[in-house]
Nanobody, 117 residues
């Protein structure tokens, strides 16, 4: 049972990256899934979340990423993806995904995103 975060890399300002959070050993579709990030020298920050527990998808985006980041779920691939567009140097961080459902709480290992010219 694990979550695997992938898709990080080094890009230039204005570029696009797509992060993926893939579950193995459980159905990610039953879970609320969130992306967090921790930038160097800063506290961990919640970036985005999708929650279907009320029967419909509810989304959260931090003000700093609204309009640039988009979260999507692909239950066939057991994956939640974070499409990050118009990246800025301040988006540089290690990104972590988290899946939570009732008493179950799983974290991915983190994937590094570096935005620099």
């Amino acid at each position: 049972v694990q979550l695997q975060a992938s898709g990080g890399g080094s890009v230039q300002p204005g570029d696009t990256l797509r992060l993926s959070c893939t579950a193995s050993g459980f159905s990610l579709g039953d879970y609320a899934v969130a992306w967090f990030r921790r930038a160097p020298g800063k506290e961990r920050e919640a970036v985005s979340c999708i929650d279907d527990s009320d029967g419909y998808s509810q989304y959260f985006y931090a003000d700093s990423v609204k309009g640039r980041f988009t979260l999507s779920r692909d239950n066939a691939k057991n994956t939640v993806s974070l499409q990050m567009s118009s990246l800025k140097p301040e988006d540089t961080a290690v990104y972590y995904c988290n899946g939570k459902h009732m008493a179950s709480d799983y974290w991915g290992q983190g994937t590094l995103v570096t935005v620099s010219s």
